[in-house]
């Protein structure tokens, strides 16, 4: 690459309209500017944003290589390149073109369209002399905000599937509090069916509220693992103790298959929310007398599986099975309570862990879901 540096310099102590003496150039090959040219021309070469210097007649005069990567042309170098030969794009034109006029310009969206679609805040300022003929050149900065718009519109994505989730259970509670007040309190039968449906979109609320806060505490890594061996049998039998009640209403057999003597390495209370999130689909989406078991199979990895005989999930929907807020069946995963974030809440933490979670599923028989926790990492020293 060009001497980006000695180039925008010389470009800078040129004047007007005359090129660049042979004084001003000893002066810039002095071995001091030397040393601080190289300094940040290494600095510019590894600047992942994309920097353009264009002369009056909008042509190249510097540039880094994030900027050729960005303009992508098939010349090994920007330089003399007309601008409109390196882009069609018409913002890009304009920013530069209102620097050469002396006016700044910031915060100018510049999207690219190949197969990898990349978007750039652009801020192009004038340089050298402005004496009200307009500027000697203009020197654009483009930075990378791909990331940060993607964040955004999961963020915008999230906040409208948050606020709709609770909305519908807010709007149920409000329509049975009006009823209850235009007289089904008067009828003792009606009020406590009314009732119990408000509690239960209430209690709706909470669940979702306490997941919605978990997942962001998850996300935004502000949850910090303490692994340690544990007995994984010993957890198993926890789990399924406070699944009993729910367990037998349901006429759901669990089965803890994990041999007495296994141990893993996991945070205990993360593991026993991951389990407990599986469990609980199991019994949720069993079929009556169904069962769900829970194994352990070694590897170099160990496995933890949770397998029920249910009705399964059609194989379209696997893939997305661990986002937010995606459901196989929007209804009855409501009507049981279902927040729609307990898979994405297994999946942060298995992955925090360091391993993975997987499903496998077959129509009519039943799903798999199977987490994949790395080894203690003293066991194989
Ligand atoms: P929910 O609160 O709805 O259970 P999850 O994130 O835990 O949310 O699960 C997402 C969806 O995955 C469920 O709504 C359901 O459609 C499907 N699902 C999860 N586990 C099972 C399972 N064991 N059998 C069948 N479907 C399941």
């Not at 090994?76 to 073109?97: C, G, M, V, W």
């Not at 906040?159 to 235009?182: D, G």
């Not at 340690?228 to 406070?242: E, F, K, W």
């Amino acid at each position: 690459m060009a001497k980006l540096i000695t180039t925008i310099v010389e470009f800078l102590k040129r004047k007007p309209s005359s090129s660049s003496s042979e004084a001003q150039l000893e002066q810039t090959n002095a071995p001091e500017n030397l040393a601080v040219s190289s300094l940040l021309e290494a600095t510019l070469a590894g600047m992942r944003e994309g920097l353009l210097v264009v002369n009056k007649d909008m042509r190249v005069v510097a540039s880094n290589a994030a900027a050729h990567k960005l303009f992508n042309p098939s010349v090994a170098d920007l330089k003399s390149q007309r601008l409109t030969e390196l882009t069609r794009n018409p913002a890009i034109y304009s920013a530069f073109l209102d620097g050469l006029k002396g006016v700044e310009r910031s915060g100018v969206k510049v999207e690219t369209h190949g197969p990898e679609r990349q978007v750039f805040d652009l801020r192009v300022v004038p340089i050298g002399n402005t004496n009200g003929h307009g500027a000697e050149g203009a020197l654009g900065v483009f930075f990378d905000i791909t990331r940060t718009e993607r964040l955004e519109i999961v963020r915008q994505e999230f906040l409208s599937n948050v606020s709709h989730e609770l909305r519908t259970p807010l709007t149920a509670i409000i329509a049975f509090v009006e009823t209850l007040e235009t007289g089904a309190m008067e009828d003792p039968e009606s009020s406590q069916r009314f009732l119990s449906i408000i509690r239960k979109n209430a209690s709706r609320m909470h669940s979702l509220i306490d997941d919605i806060l978990e997942l962001t505490a998850i996300e935004g890594g502000n949850v910090r693992l303490t692994a340690a061996p544990l007995q994984l049998h010993t957890l198993v039998q926890d789990v399924c103790a406070s699944f009993a009640a729910k367990a037998a209403a349901q006429d759901v057999t669990l089965k803890n298959n994990v041999p007495a003597d296994v141990m893993v390495y996991a945070d205990e209370r993360r593991l026993e929310q991951m389990l407990t999130n599986l469990i609980d689909n199991g019994i949720k989406f069993s079929r009556e007398r169904g069962t769900v078991a829970i194994s352990y199979e070694p590897g170099t990895r160990d496995k933890i599986l949770v397998q029920d005989n249910g009705d399964g999930i059609p194989a379209q929907h696997l893939e997305r099975l661990f986002e937010r807020f995606y459901r196989v069946d929007r209804a009855r995963s409501r009507d049981m309570g279902g927040t729609g974030l307990g898979l994405a809440i297994v999946k942060h933490l298995a992955l925090l862990h360091g391993g993975e979670v997987t499903v496998t599923s077959e129509l009519g028989k039943g799903t798999t879901f199977t987490l994949h926790l790395p080894p203690d990492p003293r066991r194989s020293v």
